[in-house]
């Protein structure tokens, strides 16, 4: 199977900076899009933004101009640079990659464990 880790969350100062890593690994074959979701307390699932292999990238408008996706197709990454935090970007941040184990399989859906990323001074 896939596992997808994340890290880099912690907690941050209001107009401060984060970066997250997402690593693929297991059986992989290939990897389509990857993205970001985010769950904040009290509040559904977000989808923060995704990049497909050829970099083409979308994002929720909540987060565009601050947020920036990019991804290492070599290393099966997944990164995630955050700039001007605000306490309304607090949230479990969910790194998601649409990937196939073999050349017959289908592609599926699987999610990273979360990572917390807290705005706070």
């Known amino acids: 199977q896939v596992q997808l880790v994340e890290s880099g969350g912690g907690l941050v100062q209001p107009g401060g900076s984060l970066r997250l890593s997402c690593a693929a690994s297991?059986?992989?074959?290939?990897?389509?899009?990857m993205g970001w979701y985010r769950r904040a307390p009290g509040k559904q699932r977000e989808l923060v933004t995704t990049i497909t292999p050829e970099g083409k990238t979308n994002y929720a408008d909540s987060v565009k101009g601050r947020f920036t996706i990019s991804r290492d197709n070599a290393k099966n990454t997944v990164y995630l640079q955050m700039n001007s935090l605000s306490p309304e970007d607090t949230a479990v941040y969910y790194c998601v990659g649409d990937a196939r184990i073999d050349y017959g399989s289908a592609y599926a859906m699987y999610w990273g464990q979360g990572t917390q990323v807290t705005v706070s001074s």
């Open positions: 297991g059986k992989i074959f290939s990897i389509n899009a």
